[in-house]
């Protein structure tokens, strides 16, 4: 049990006072720091821990905001006895409690860490998880700037303090707080030539600067000399992850989707770990100041398997057109308003159809026999005859995106004994949704179905059908579409509503993004033309490989998956 301070506060010979001894010997602290200097500053920095919880609460619980026993700065469960306690409590009431009652710690701040020089921007990359590589942990993780590696805590027995020790490496970053350390002597390093670290750790964008970003021609510099654009970076194929970097370089055109994403204000209520790893893959891609010309999606994958329940996983082949059908879904079930039921995703991607579904007699008849046919309403459409009733129901519903069927291919090759690539036009298969067009379905019963578009979306995904499985195997329909990259008319080929008054009808689109698969149906693989707004040129992307190609390319591919952008 420690001595209890007298109440005149003196100060021995050292010039300290006596409550900042009993302190020193209470609890097993880093090496003495230079109080004695009054023109040093102190930062009033908590416990690893409350820095923890402190960001958590800040971001609203955001990515993996889980609750979990409190833990120490050298990542260890808290455990104290009576004593210490009480020493604690002596050396609290001395000094200033932080707000919320937590005991706060004084931090020496310096500028002059003699270590800088020793930071190495080569090897850092916070692509990767946040775990410490020795105990796996992902709770108060620093990354060493010397060597990239992630470790735990900064205490005294902390595996970042030992490394600090055993490998002579001083300089590490909080990779929540973004505060910088010296170790083993503990203080805090402000010192604004690591700002640029932080900013590739984090990046952020202000209002202004996500307004200019379709103006920016400028090109960036890479560490290792090679230049890149901002938002048109590589992204990494971990393994057979194709399908997922067509897709996100995709939705990265879309503006006001990228724009929400930029902003991590726009979703700092949500708490869905999925949403802040697109957030911050979409920062990552059109930071301008990163030290690669490349981005991992590493964290955005774990997130993604997480929330598909592995339906999406690493290592395993998938298609892109399920892959966005369920990322939009998911982030707008993450991000809708309840009053409205409304996202960016609705915003940008929703537009509505209005479908005539027409079931024949015999189809009626086993609907009845299955007790689900008292609202079917019955409609007689040549004069009555038994044979021919045919119920006609007519609804409106919402899509995020149209399915487009192509027509057979040939199944004889010509006279000099090879196969035609068959051709068809865009605005042929967009016939299916004029109205009048018949398309006959068989599941989950028979029937004939007309579809009209009521509603235009302001970003049109169109996916060609070109993949049917059989009971052997899946075939690949290799019929080439021909379609415009800009000034796409819709309402010359398929009627639209007229729009209310003071509105202009707007049908004009112009392509921003197509994505192309290549090979045989099961061993294929994905890459993307994208449209640079900037310069209105187009890139080819597959994986790393992003290259400049003519507009004539992207029209002479077997187009998969389209977005068109609405003409303002």
């Avoid at 500053?41 to 993996?64: F, V, W």
């Avoid at 301008?288 to 999606?297: D, E, H, I, L, T």
Wanted: glycine share 6%.
């Amino acid at each position: 049990m420690t001595k209890k301070r007298k109440s005149n506060g003196s100060a021995d010979e050292d010039g300290r006072s006596k409550s900042l001894k009993v302190a020193e010997q209470s609890s097993p602290s880093p090496p003495r720091f230079g109080f004695e200097n009054p023109l040093l500053p102190l930062a009033n920095t908590y416990d690893d821990d409350d820095d923890e919880e402190e960001y958590r609460q800040r971001n609203g619980g955001g990515a993996g905001g889980d609750n979990r026993a409190k833990v120490d700065e050298d990542g260890r469960g808290v455990e104290k006895d009576d004593d210490e306690e009480e020493d604690e409590d002596d050396f609290a009431n001395e000094h200033d409690q932080a707000p919320g009652g937590k005991r706060s710690r004084l931090v020496e701040v310096r500028r002059d860490c003699p270590y800088l020089d020793t930071v190495n921007r080569q090897v850092l990359d916070f692509d990767f998880e946040k775990f410490c590589s020795v105990s796996l942990s992902n709770l108060n993780v620093y990354a060493c700037l010397v060597c990239g590696k992630y470790y735990q805590g900064r205490g005294q027995k902390s595996h970042a303090y030992t490394h600090s020790l055993e490998a002579g490496h001083h300089v590490y970053i909080n990779l929540r707080t973004e505060k910088v350390y010296c170790l083993p002597d503990g203080y805090e390093i402000n010192d604004p030539s690591l700002d640029d670290i932080r900013h590739v750790l984090n990046p952020r964008f202000t209002k202004e600067q996500v307004e200019q970003l379709d103006k920016n021609k400028q090109w960036s510099r890479a560490l290792d000399g090679s230049d890149y654009l901002p938002g048109m970076v590589g992204l990494n194929n971990i393994k057979e992850t194709d399908f997922v970097n067509v897709t996100i370089q995709s939705l990265m055109r879309v503006t006001p989707l990228r724009n929400f994403f930029l902003i991590p204000k726009n979703y700092q209520h949500c708490k869905s770990p999925l949403v802040h790893r697109f957030g911050e893959l979409t920062r990552k891609i059109w930071h301008a100041r990163n030290f690669k010309g490349q981005v991992s999606p590493h964290e955005f994958l774990q997130a993604v398997m997480k929330a598909s329940k592995k339906r999406f996983r690493i290592g395993a082949q998938s298609n892109p057109v399920e892959f966005m059908s369920w990322l939009l879904n998911t982030l707008h079930a993450d991000l809708r308003n309840p009053k409205k039921n409304t996202s960016i995703i609705y915003e940008c991607f929703q537009g509505e159809l209005e479908v005539v579904k027409e079931i024949p007699s015999n189809a009626i008849a086993e609907k009845k026999e299955n007790g689900d046919g008292q609202n079917a309403a019955q409609k007689s459409t040549d004069g009555g005859s038994d044979h021919s009733k045919i119920s006609t129901e007519t609804s409106r519903m919402p899509f995020l995106m149209l399915g487009l069927d192509l027509p057979p291919p040939p199944l004889f090759k010509d006279v000099m004994e090879k196969n035609i690539i068959p051709q068809v036009p865009l605005f042929n298969i967009l016939k299916k949704f004029d109205g009048e067009l018949v398309t006959e379905v068989v599941r989950p019963r028979v029937a004939r179905m007309r579809y009209r578009v009521t509603r235009l979306p302001q970003y049109l995904i169109l996916h060609m059908r070109r993949f049917t499985k059989n009971n052997f195997f899946v075939e690949k329909n290799p019929t080439l579409v021909n379609f415009p990259v800009k000034n796409l008319e819709l309402k010359d080929y398929i009627p639209l509503p007229t729009p209310k008054e003071n509105e202009k009808l707007r049908s004009k689109y112009d392509l921003i993004a197509n994505i192309v698969h290549d090979g045989k149906p099961e061993e294929g693989v994905y890459r993307v033309f994208v449209q640079r707004k900037s310069e209105e040129l187009w890139y080819e992307m597959q994986d790393l490989h992003v290259s400049e190609t003519l507009p004539q390319m992207v029209a002479l591919s077997e187009a998969y998956m389209q977005i068109y952008e609405q003409q303002q």
